[in-house]
């Protein structure tokens, strides 16, 4: 698997849709999951270049068996929700790991404006039905004043 140098391409994929990537590789000489390309930040803000998958990572044994892992995972003191795909070579042996995740942080944000724009959406159908109410009883007076008149 080549070195990275250049990471614009992991770091545009995920400028479309937010979140962040990562390509492992599986280093025999370790036994671990190695990143090679990610845009994924440790705590001081550096790129994770170079760190391995956590050993009590949640996926770790579903991953090291072929099996994709999704769900919550905790990566350099942020909580993520994740998705974990294994990579295989010709003769089925997993050689690495392509992850995807958003940080649970943005996903409540998210939400929270999801809800927002709901009430305000609630807020200004309350406000068009007291205005056709209003409309309704100015419309039936003018009637009822025309047939008196």
Not at 41 to 56: C, F, I, W, Y
Request: aromatic content about 8%; glycine content about 10%; charged content about 25%.
């Amino acid at each position: 698997m080549p070195e990275f140098s250049d990471h614009r391409i992991g770091d545009r994929a995920v400028s479309f849709v937010g979140g962040n990537a990562t390509l492992f590789v599986y280093d025999d000489a370790s036994q671990q999951f190695v990143r090679r390309t990610t845009n994924v930040k440790k705590e001081n803000g550096d790129r994770a270049v170079g760190t391995q998958l956590a050993a009590d990572h949640p996926g770790q044994a579903l991953l090291r068996r072929g099996d994709a892992y999704k769900g919550p995972a905790i990566l350099f003191g942020r909580r993520f929700y994740t998705a974990y795909q294994p990579v295989f070579n010709s003769t089925g042996k997993v050689i690495g790991v392509v992850y995807v995740g958003i940080a649970t942080q943005s996903i409540a944000k998210g939400v929270q404006a999801a809800a927002s724009g709901t009430l305000e959406v609630a807020e200004n159908i309350e406000r068009v039905a007291r205005g056709a109410d209003e409309t309704e009883t100015t419309s039936s007076q003018m009637l009822e004043s025309a047939r008196w008149k």
